[in-house]
């Protein structure tokens, strides 16, 4: 009777213990272009915040795509990039990027492929109206194997943004 009770005790423990499910670990993910990428990503927004095209220009390669926030705007390439951004700076003072998040962009299966992607808000100050604007912002980037920007996608109300700095009370 002993022996069954030992038994039974002995089965009871086994089946609880293979009816726990396997534990896999997650996969390694290696994130170092991610990082080199989104180093160069970051000054770009702290070249453009402090209106200093010359210190953008290297990180940008020559072949640069920017898809610019306005609706109907065609894709630029360098020099009209360049001259955008300038505009912006031309016509904004105190640009800052904050409430920042950074992400590393994903391939067709949902692995980290190099690009950057973040989300924040830029805030500026007029400088015809003296009207300080803050939008929210999404900005995507994706690199060549220089870790330089081959293409800027930016997604904000640009349109809202000069509606505001414009106004007058």
Request: aromatic share 10%; net charge negative; with cysteine.
């Amino acid at each position: 009777m002993k022996r069954l009770k030992i038994l039974s005790l002995v089965l009871v423990v086994g089946l609880l213990f293979s009816c726990q499910p396997t534990v896999q670990s997650e996969p390694e993910v290696d994130l170092t272009t991610y990082n080199l990428n989104l180093a160069t990503a970051q000054k770009f927004f702290a070249t453009f915040s402090s209106e200093d095209l010359e210190v953008q220009k290297p990180l940008l390669c020559p072949g640069v795509t920017h898809y610019a926030p306005f609706l109907g705007s065609e894709p630029a390439k360098m020099d009209a990039m360049l001259a955008n951004s300038k505009g912006w700076m031309d016509n904004f003072d105190d640009i800052s990027y904050g409430d920042s998040k950074w992400f590393p962009g994903t391939d067709d299966s949902g692995k980290p492929n190099g690009s950057v992607m973040t989300s924040g808000s830029w805030t500026a100050t007029s400088v015809a109206t003296g009207n300080v604007v803050t939008v929210s912002a999404f900005h995507t980037f994706v690199f060549n194997a220089k870790n330089q920007i081959h293409e800027v996608r930016d997604y904000f109300d640009a349109t809202g943004v000069m509606a505001a700095a414009m106004k007058v009370d």
